[in-house]
Nanobody
Framework: QVQLVESGRGLVQAGGSLRLSCAAS????????MGWFRQAPGKERVCVGY????????VYADSVKGRFTISRDNPKNTVYLQINSLKPEDTAVYYC?????????????????????WGQGTQVTVSS
């Protein structure tokens, strides 16, 4: 089973940018679709986007379109989340998650139950 480790946590001022990384090991990375989730204090964990195993298909939650970019480098076994124009409401713990299912076709990419492995989470704090 794939193992995931996020990095890139930080305290950033509003308007700034941040790139989170999620390094995978223990399995063929390109077999896994990858989702990025976030959980703000006192709120449910929500999906901000998903990238297919090949990297050719990417979807985003409406709330982050235009500011968040997901990419992956399969030879490096890493998926990225670039966040631009950060807002205080982006403050959350961010998680990457892996799935072997084809979630774009099923429309279930935002469903946390579809993912089999999760990273430990990384804190992003945006100051106003």
């Amino acid at each position: 089973q794939v193992q995931l480790v996020e990095s890139g946590r930080g305290l950033v001022q509003a308007g700034g940018s941040l790139r989170l990384s999620c390094a995978a090991s223990g399995a063929t990375f390109s077999n896994y679709g990858m989702g990025w989730f976030r959980q703000a204090p006192g709120k449910e964990r929500v999906c901000v986007g998903y990238i297919s195993g090949s990297g050719r298909s990417i979807v985003y939650a409406d709330s982050v379109k235009g500011r968040f970019t997901i990419s992956r480098d399969n030879p490096k076994n890493t998926v990225y989340l670039q966040i631009n124009s950060l807002k205080p409401e982006d403050t959350a713990v961010y998680y990457c998650a892996a799935t072997l299912r084809q979630l774009i076709a099923s429309g279930r990419w935002a469903d946390a139950r579809q993912y089999v492995r999760w990273g430990q989470g990384t804190q992003v704090t945006v100051s106003s």
